[in-house]
C-alpha cells in the first residue's frame, strides 16, 4: 500500500476505530468517471471531495462524481460573499491531503464538511484514501456520522 494510504489508514483507525477497506488502482482514480471504471460502479457512487474557501476560510464538499458542486448554493449555505476552489497549498494544509486523493474524513484541521445528499440514494459510496489512485467503500450515513457533515443539495 502506498505510504499515504496507508496514513490514511492509520489516522481512521486512531480517530475512528476502523480500518477502512482501501484499494488501490495502477491507472488511477484522478476523476471520478476513472474511478468508477476502475471499481466498475457508477460514477455516481463517487463521493469525490472537493476543497472550497468561503470567505477565506476552508470547507470540504463531498459530492457526487455524478454532479459539479455549484458555489453559489455553497455561498448562501455558509453565508460567503466569495467562494472559490481552494489553491492546492490551502487544501493540502487545512486538511493534510493533496488534492486528488483527499478523503472525506482525517483532515489535519477541523474544516466543515457539506455532503451531497444525492449520496444517500446508495448503500455504498467510494470514496478517496489519501492519492489519487486509492478509495475506499463506505456507507454514506455512517459517512455522513464520521464526518459530522451537514447534508444539502451542492448541485
Request: contains cysteine; hydrophobic residues 50%.
Amino acid at each position: 500500500m502506498h505510504p499515504t494510504a496507508a496514513a490514511f489508514v492509520d489516522a481512521a483507525e486512531t480517530t475512528y476505530g476502523f480500518a477502512p477497506d482501501v484499494h488501490e488502482f495502477e491507472e488511477g482514480t484522478k476523476t471520478a468517471a476513472d474511478a468508477a471504471e476502475a471499481i466498475g460502479c457508477d460514477v455516481a457512487q463517487i463521493a469525490s471531495s472537493i476543497v472550497l474557501v468561503a470567505d477565506g476560510a476552508v470547507v470540504v464538499v463531498v459530492t457526487s462524481g455524478a454532479n459539479r458542486v455549484e458555489e453559489s448554493l455553497i455561498g448562501e449555505y455558509l453565508d460567503a460573499g466569495d467562494v472559490r476552489m481552494a489553491e492546492p497549498t490551502e487544501a493540502k494544509a487545512a486538511t493534510g491531503w493533496s488534492i486528488g486523493g483527499v478523503p472525506p474524513i482525517c483532515h489535519d484541521e477541523s474544516v466543515p464538511v457539506l455532503f451531497d445528499e444525492t449520496l444517500l440514494g446508495y448503500e455504498t459510496v467510494w470514496a478517496a484514501a489519501g492519492t489519487p489512485d486509492a478509495v475506499w467503500p463506505v456507507e454514506p450515513d455512517a459517512l455522513v456520522e464520521m464526518a459530522d457533515a451537514t447534508v444539502m443539495a451542492v448541485s
